[in-house]
C-alpha cells in the first residue's frame, strides 16, 4: 500500500507540476506571513501587521525587495533573520523547482533531459536528482559565502564597523545579491557606497552569477574543466544564447544609463567619470533583477525609468534567481523577428534551427507578461493618484520581481499593496510554470486544417 500511495504522489506531481511549485511557493509566503506578524519579528515589539507581513514575506520568498517598510530599521534581529531565511529559500527553491520542472517535462520522453531552452543542451539528467541538488547548493554557497567574505572585510576596515555587525552585514547583502532580492539594511539602500567599487562591484558579481541560471554556472563549471583536459569550449545553444543577450544587455542599459543620467545632478551629475560609468552599470547590473540601487530612483529622468523598465522586463537567464521573461525569450524572439525581416521560413541563432514550438512558447511568455503589466498598471491607477511613469516603473519590478522602486511602493492603499503581492507572486511563478504546463499540454493532431491568411498589419 506504501508503495502504491508513493507511486500515485508521483504521477500526480508528474501530471500537476506546475500546481506543485504554486503551492509549495503559496506555503512558505503563508508561513513567512505568520512569523512576520509575530511582535518579536518587529524592532518595537508591537508587531507589524498582517499587511506589512504578507508584503514582505511574498516579496521575500519571490526574492523582489520590494517593501513597505524599512528593512534595517523596521524588522528586529528575528525578523531580518526570518526575511533573509525566506530569501534563501525562495531563491534556492526557485533554482530547483525550475531545474526538476524542466527535467519532469523532458521525462515523457526517455526520463532524461538537458537543462535549457533547447533540446540539444547536455547539462544533466533526472537520473542525477542528486547531484542537481548538490550543485545548485554547492554553487550558492560558494558565491555567497566569498561575497559575503568581501564585503564584511570591507565593512570591518573600510568603515570601521564592529566584526560582528560587519560580518552580519557582508552576509546579508550577498545572500540578498546572489538570490536577486535587493533587500539591504541601511534607509538609503546603497546610495551611501555609490563610489565604493568594494561594495558596489562584488555585489554586481553576486547578481549577474544567480542571474544567469544554475544550468549556465554548471556548465560554464564543467566545460572549464573539459577545456583542460581537452582544449575544446563546446558550449550548448543555450549557454551560448544567455551569455551574449546578458553581456548585449548589461552593455547597452550602462550606456544609455549613463548618457540619460550624465548631467542629472541628482543622480549622475555630481560624480567624476569614473563614478559615472560605475553607478551606469550598477544601475544596469540591478535591473537584471536584483533591486539595490546607488542612485536614487525617484530622481532618474522618465526616459531613464522606461529604459529600465524594458530591462527589467526582459530579466535574467532561466533556471536562475533573476525574473522577467528571460533572456533567451527575448533572444528567440529577435530571431523570429530577423527571420520574417529576411523573408526566411526558420528562426536561426548561431547556426542552429529554432523549433516552431519553443517560437511559440516564446510568444505566450512575452505576451501574457505584457498583458499582466498592463492589467496591473491600470489597477494600481484605479486605486492611487500617483504618477503614471512611477506606477509603471512598479508594476514591471513587481512582475520582474525586481525589487527597484521610485519610492512610492508605501504610500499605495492596501488594495495596491495586494495587486503588488499579485503580481510578484504571479511574476516569480507564472513563467516557469507556464511553460512547463505547455509542454506537458502538447498534443499531435492527425489531421490537418484548411490555411486562410488574414491581413497583418
Known sequence: MAGRAARMRESLFA?????????????????????????????????????TSLFTATSAVCVTGLAVVDTGTHWSGFGEGVILALVQIGGFGIMTMASMLALLVSGRLRLRMQLTAQEETRSLGIGDVRRVLVGVAVCTLVVELVVGAMLALRFRYGYGIEFGESAYLGLFHAVSAFNNAGFGLRPDNLVRFAQDPWVTLPIAAAVILGGLGFPVLLELLRHRRRRRATGSRNWTLHTKLTLLTS???????????????????????????GDKLLNGFFHSAMTRTAGFNSLDIGAMHASTLLMSCMLMFIGGGSAGTAGGIKVTTFAVLAAAIAAEV???????VMRRALSPNVLRQALTVALLGVGLVVTGTLALLSVSRLPFEAVLFEAVSAFATVGLSTGITADFPVTGQL????????????????????ALRESTRHYELPEERPVIG
Request: net charge positive.
Open 247 to 273: 553581456f548585449v544587455l548589461l552593455a547597452v542599459g550602462t550606456l544609455l544609463t549613463c548618457l540619460m543620467e550624465w548631467t542629472n545632478a541628482r543622480t549622475l551629475g555630481a560624480y567624476g567619470i
Open 342 to 348: 529576411r523573408g526566411e521560413p526558420t528562426s536561426v
Open 15 to 51: 501530471a500537476y507540476p506546475a500546481r506543485t511549485v504554486v503551492a509549495a511557493f503559496a506555503v512558505a509566503v503563508l508561513a513567512g506571513t505568520a512569523l512576520l506578524a509575530l511582535p518579536l519579528a518587529a524592532s518595537d515589539h508591537r508587531g507589524s501587521g498582517l499587511m
Open 419 to 438: 495587486i503588488l503581492v499579485l503580481l510578484m507572486f504571479i511574476g516569480r511563478l507564472g513563467p516557469v510554470t507556464l511553460v512547463s504546463a505547455l
